[in-house]
């Protein structure tokens, strides 16, 4: 739910409580003005009727002013709120974002952890947890999450693991994010992608013996788009210029058979 129509409905609960109050004052106009004169009686004071919606509305008005105005602190604290309050998970994404945003990594972490319970099945969720956790150097807490993801995911391996690869690159702490990525392929030795995920992840951050290990690995398992040449560049780097131009060309071979195969498919389907 974006914070636009949020406010809208925070708008709309305002005119309607207007137009209440403009109907009330119009019907007492119409009552004997004499009670006026009237010897006065006890007011008991008006009690106080909690508005979880509205006030939900204006929580989240509060906070997008506060972004807007660069007071991260305040948004945090409101969109937390609502999210604690509100089954939507539209909104407990939103308060991740802005956590993150302001930096605010525990409240980042509880706003994932109700995306989570909300949305379940959601696969960007658990990614988004996993990555707060190895930026707080937390690795088991992140292993949780991805190896849950992992088993759960009903993607297919080259769906499922290049986002990951892309959530952990981003991510600063080498060690931790190595220390991950090595549990999980040594988790699923059997599994191509994981393998790879390591690899790259280790070449990216100068371990190239290492990389080029579990990109080996990787390939003697299956032939996934991109290890030839990312096994030519960590060659390169350890001289191996001669096994570099190899690799290269055997992933060449295999995209020219792609190529010539597929006449023969359209062949084949006309």
Known sequence: MSSVSHNSRFILITALLLAVGCTSLQRASTQDKSLLGQQQSPINPLVSRLDPIADAAYALMVAEIALNQGDTALAVKHYLEVARSQESPEIAERAVRVAVYGQNLEAAVEAAQRWIELEPKRVEARQVIAAIYVRQNKVEEALTYLDGL???????????????????AREKSAETVLAVSRRIAAEYPRRAH???????????NDRPEEALEFLNRSLAIAE?????????????????????VASLRNGGGKQSRRQESAPDLRAAAG
């Open 150 to 168: 992992i088993r759960s995911s009903e993607l297919d391996d080259a769906e499922l693991f290049p986002p990951l690869l892309g959530i952990l």
């Open 194 to 204: 994981a393998q790879f995920l390591h690899g790259m992840l280790a070449a990216q």
């Open 224 to 244: 996934i788009d991109g290890v030839h040449s990312a096994r030519a560049k960590v060659l390169l780097r350890l001289g191996r210029a001669g096994e570099a």
